[in-house]
Nanobody
Framework: QVQLVESGGGLVQAGGSLRLSCAAS????????MSWFRRAPGKEREFAAI????????DYADSVKGRFAISRDNAKNTVYLQMNSLKPEDTAIYYC????????????????WGQGTQVTVSS
């Protein structure tokens, strides 16, 4: 079984930065695609970023493009989300997710999910 555990969330001022980590535990770390989703209070969970197994393909939601960067270190079984120029609108619980198969921005297609880590951006 593959388990995903997010860390690195916290409270940060607007304009600041945070780096989230998603550590995979289990016998192998092989999902072809890893993504970050987020859920703001009272809102639906939404896609934020995705990365292919080799890091060659990435995509971002328009709301975070140019500010967030997803990366993957398979040797360390870890996926990262570097978040810069944070805005209060980025306040949300951030979830790490993984799947086999094709590129997908839909949460229903993902097999593994972490518990989430809270990111709060103050004005």
């Amino acid at each position: 079984q593959v388990q995903l555990v997010e860390s690195g969330g916290g409270l940060v001022q607007a304009g600041g930065s945070l780096r989230l980590s998603c550590a995979a535990s289990g016998r192998t770390f092989s999902p072809t695609f890893m993504s970050w989703f987020r859920r703001a209070p009272g809102k639906e969970r939404e896609f934020a970023a995705i990365i292919s197994w080799d890091g060659g393909k990435t995509d971002y939601a328009d709301s975070v493009k140019g500010r967030f960067a997803i990366s993957r270190d398979n040797a360390k079984n870890t996926v990262y989300l570097q978040m810069n120029s944070l805005k209060p609108e980025d306040t949300a619980i951030y979830y790490c997710a993984g799947r086999y198969g094709t590129h997908s921005l839909y949460e229903r297609d993902y097999t593994w999910w972490g518990q989430g880590t809270q990111v709060t951006v103050s004005s």
